[in-house]
């Protein structure tokens, strides 16, 4: 089967520009997560979707970032403006009803110049 | 709050080496445990994972013990090979929680 797949690779922006990452996660998967993993640092949790719900997004700073998982499959992640802080690879992740291991994708890199 | 920490990195070691890297959990509840890996430029695969106490997890070698007593996960690999440089990572997950914890990750780096 296919597996989690996240677009674009990379991506080179200048500060205070918008971008968006696109992830599609093994079909049948309902829960589907954006992680966000900083330079030598392990991944953390930014929003989890339950089919089309965001039912944890404490972790997402709503003032830049939104997220959006329309008919419960793909997910779009946005950042509008981003800062130098930002750059960053960003991982989407899904997994199966009842399981408890996750699939990450190849993850999305961002530098923010 | 539930949290991994790993030891340090990086770690270079000679190929056919034994490998140990420490991994230690807090958790308020009955965590599973993981370990996945992360070659380079490409996305976090699951290694081996164990779900309740003294569960042992093995893959390619690898192996990881769920030690409750000490709430301890260390990975151990017997003899490593170039090809096992790779980061490292540990992680938790709590019934019901649905989402993975993550250490910071350990550097391991392989010598021919």
């Known amino acids: 089967e296919a597996g989690v797949v996240q677009s674009p690779r990379y991506k080179i922006i200048e500060k205070k520009q918008p971008v968006a990452f696109w992830c599609n996660p093994i079909?049948?998967?309902?829960?589907l997560y954006w992680y966000l993993q900083n330079l030598g640092q392990g991944p953390e949790l930014l929003i989890r979707y339950e089919n089309e719900e965001a039912v944890d997004d404490s972790q997402l700073p709503k003032d830049r970032f939104s997220a959006e998982r329309l008919k419960g499959v793909d997910s779009t992640l946005k950042i509008q403006p981003a800062e130098l802080g930002d750059s960053a690879v960003y991982l989407c992740a899904s997994k199966g009803s009842g399981a408890n291991v996750l699939t990450f994708g190849a993850g999305s890199r961002l530098t923010v110049l | 709050g539930d949290s991994v920490t790993q030891m340090e990195g990086p770690v270079t070691l000679s190929e056919e080496a034994f490998l140990t890297i420490n991994c230690t959990y807090t958790a308020t509840g009955y965590p599973s445990l993981f370990w996945y890996v992360q070659y380079p430029g490409e996305g976090l695969q699951l290694l081996l994972k164990a779900t309740k106490a003294d569960d042992k997890g093995s893959n390619k070698g690898f192996e990881a013990t769920y030690r409750k007593e000490t709430t301890s996960f260390h990975l151990e690999k017997g003899s490593v090979q170039v090809s096992d440089s790779a980061v490292y990572f540990c992680?938790?997950?709590?019934?019901?929680?649905?989402?993975?914890?993550f250490g910071q990750g350990t550097r391991l780096t392989i010598n021919p």
């Open positions: 992680a938790l997950t709590l019934q019901g929680a649905q989402k993975l914890v």
């Open positions: 079909s049948g998967h309902n829960t």
